[in-house]
């Protein structure tokens, strides 16, 4: 079966630094996806990598190594407008996105 | 970049009613479009899957009579909860992705939340 296995919930300090892992098992891959969900609101695009090696876009950035089956997002200089929910999402073979369940990210101060 | 409209945002109805959600991609023609419903601290869960022109392809577990999908032009998909319940109270999102750029992200309507009472 298609899985995506992502933490639960994460808690980092305002100003730090952060890692969130992701794991899939997909039939068929045609890339990975970071998503950001705050409470009640769609998802936000934040990053797509289809080879392997890291992304970078401004304060975030994304990993991927396809041999692994495994992706993180990285998340610099940590605000709390970065508390939110970060869904990795694969897209398999047939062009359809399989979700993780989300990682809640809490920022304290 | 490519947009996803979603229609209502917020909708409370009574128990027994029917609801219209409508999905428009504003610019680009979306052959395909998909239905999404999630509960509170929940992931995503795909509900079914819309098909310009033709029918919708349902997951497993997702009742296709009481989820209504019509897909008539390349533009808009509708989603109809009929005989809605206080169960069927969740937060509804559509998305879709650009057929001509393929790898490319999905694009996520404002998502509906739906309140049965």
């Known amino acids: 079966g298609q899985n995506i296995d992502q933490p639960t919930e994460m808690t980092a300090t305002e100003g730090a630094i952060v890692q969130i892992n992701c794991t899939y098992q997909?039939?068929?891959?045609?890339?990975l996806f970071w998503y950001q969900q705050h409470a009640g609101e769609a998802p936000t695009f934040l990053s797509y990598n289809v080879l392997d090696g890291l992304e970078e876009k401004g304060r975030f950035s994304s990993f991927l190594s396809r041999s692994k089956g495994y992706s993180y997002l990285l998340l610099k200089e940590l605000q709390m407008k970065d508390s939110a929910s970060y869904l990795c999402a694969a897209l398999d073979s047939n062009y359809q996105l399989i979700w993780g369940a989300g990682t809640k990210l809490i920022i304290k101060p | 970049g490519a947009v996803v409209s979603q229609h209502p945002s917020r909708v409370i109805c009574k128990s027994g009613t029917s609801v219209k959600i409508e999905c428009r991609s504003l610019?680009?023609?979306?052959?395909?479009m998909f239905w999404y419903r999630q509960f509170p601290k929940q992931s995503l869960m795909l509900m079914a899957t819309s098909n310009e022109g033709s029918k919708a392809t349902y997951e497993q577990g997702v009742e296709k009579d009481k989820f209504l999908i019509n897909h008539a032009s390349l533009t808009l998909s509708t989603l109809t909860v009929t005989s809605a319940h206080p169960e069927d109270s969740s937060f509804y999102i559509c998305?879709?992705?650009?057929?001509?750029?393929?790898?490319?992200?999905?694009?996520f309507g404002q998502g509906t939340r739906l309140t049965v009472v």
């Open positions: 610019d680009f023609q979306a052959t395909t």
């Open positions: 998305s879709a992705r650009d057929p001509g750029r393929e790898n490319t992200e999905a694009f």
């Open positions: 997909t039939s068929g891959f045609n890339g």
